[in-house]
C-alpha cells in the first residue's frame, strides 16, 4: 500500500520563468504542491506543459473545495499583491493558509482576518524581520535542485541583469558591474544576462544575451557568478550558482554571508535603511572599484577546492535532504 495522504496543498502559482515561477515549480516537482491556480503574468507567457491538466484547478470553488492547505510564495496572488481576498476565503472555510513570505515586498502588517497560519522563512533575514514584528514561524531554506558541474580555474564570468523590475535599486548588481567595466583585466570574459533589458555596453570582453535562458543551462557555462545584490533576503540564483560549483562573487550582507565563503564576497561601502514598497529595508551600496579588484584578483585562479565545497553544499541543500522538513510541517 502506497503512503496516506492526509492534506491536499495548493498554491496559486505563475508559470514562466521568473523567481517567483521558478520557486512554485520546484514545489510542486517534488510532491509538496497537489494542486494549482496558474496565474497569467503581465509581461511573460506561461509554460503550458509545467503542470499536469488533472492538477490545474480552473475556477475558484473547485480549487477551495479540492485544497486542504492554501501555500503562498511572497503574496497568495503573484500578479496582484494587494488582494488577500483568497486567503479569507480559506480562513472563513476552516483551512490552514502558510506563507513563505519576501520581507521586502510581502505586505506588513496584514489585517487580523488574513494572518497565516504558519510563516516559512526562507531566510535568516525574513525570520528577523518578522520575529522582531511579533510573528514566529519556522526557518527553512529552499531546497537547490542544479545540475553540478565542478569548475578548476575562473576564466569566464557571468552575471544574470534579470528583467526590468531587477533593475529596481539595482538589487542585482547590473549598474555597479556596468561602472566596474573600465577598471578591469582586459582579458576578462564577461557573460551579462538580460531578460528583457537591452544594456549599451560598447566592449569586447563583455557578451550580451537577451531574452530567456533555458533553467537546465543557466548554470553550465562559465565559472564565476557575479551577483552583488543590494537587499533581499532569499537569493535563490546566488543557492543556485553557488550548489553548480561556480565561485559566487556577491555582496558581504547579512544573511547572504552566513553561508556563502568569504572570499567571493565583496563589502559594502554602506548599508542605509530605507524606505521600500511596504516598510524600511536595509539597502547595501558598494564600491566599483571594489568589485573590479575582485574580479581581477580572482581571474584565472585555481577555485577546485571552492568548487567542491560548493557542489558539496548543494547536495545538503537539496530537495533529497529537506523535502521531509516540508512534508512533516505542511501535511
Not at 106 to 124: A, H, R
Not at 193 to 201: A, E, M, N, P
Request: charged share 25%.
Amino acid at each position: 500500500m502506497g503512503e496516506k495522504r492526509f492534506t491536499t496543498i495548493g498554491s496559486i502559482v505563475l508559470s514562466c520563468n521568473t523567481g517567483l515561477g521558478i520557486l512554485a515549480k520546484s514545489f510542486y516537482d517534488n510532491g509538496i504542491i497537489d494542486k494549482v491556480i496558474v496565474a497569467n503574468h503581465s509581461r511573460y507567457p506561461s509554460n503550458k506543459g509545467w503542470y499536469k491538466k488533472k492538477d490545474i484547478c480552473l475556477n475558484l470553488l473547485s480549487f477551495l473545495n479540492e485544497v486542504d492547505v492554501l501555500l503562498c510564495f511572497e503574496v497568495p496572488n503573484p500578479e496582484n499583491n494587494i488582494d488577500w481576498g483568497i486567503v479569507k476565503l480559506f480562513k472563513d472555510a476552516g483551512k490552514k493558509v502558510v506563507l513563505m513570505p519576501m520581507y521586502e515586498s510581502t505586505p506588513f502588517p496584514l489585517p487580523k482576518e488574513v494572518m497565516p497560519d504558519m510563516w516559512l522563512f526562507p531566510s535568516e533575514l525574513d525570520r528577523d524581520f518578522y520575529n522582531e514584528r511579533g510573528i514566529e514561524g519556522h526557518l527553512v531554506r529552499v531546497p537547490v535542485e542544479v545540475k553540478p558541474k565542478h569548475r578548476t580555474t575562473i576564466k569566464r564570468f557571468i552575471h544574470n541583469a534579470g528583467s526590468k523590475g531587477s533593475q529596481h535599486l539595482d538589487r542585482n548588481g547590473t549598474e555597479l558591474l556596468i561602472k566596474a567595466l573600465p577598471k578591469i583585466n582586459p582579458e576578462v570574459e564577461i557573460v551579462i544576462r538580460s531578460r528583457d533589458t537591452q544594456f549599451k555596453i560598447d566592449d569586447p570582453r563583455v557578451k550580451l544575451e537577451v531574452g530567456d535562458v533555458a533553467y537546465d543551462d543557466l548554470w553550465e557555462e562559465g565559472d564565476a557568478f557575479i551577483f552583488v545584490e543590494s537587499y533581499n533576503g532569499l537569493s535563490l540564483p546566488l543557492q543556485e550558482a553557488y550548489a553548480a560549483g561556480m565561485f559566487v562573487i556577491a555582496g558581504d550582507r547579512y544573511p547572504i554571508n552566513t553561508w556563502l565563503p568569504k572570499e567571493g564576497l565583496v563589502e559594502p561601502d554602506s548599508v542605509k535603511d530605507i524606505r521600500y514598497v511596504f516598510d524600511i529595508i536595509q539597502k547595501a551600496d558598494y564600491n566599483s572599484n571594489n568589485l573590479a579588484e575582485k574580479i581581477n584578483y580572482w581571474y584565472g585562479k585555481d577555485i577546485s577546492d571552492y568548487s567542491t565545497k560548493g557542489i558539496e553544499w548543494g547536495k545538503k541543500n537539496s530537495w533529497a535532504n529537506l523535502k521531509k522538513v516540508y512534508t512533516d510541517l505542511l501535511r
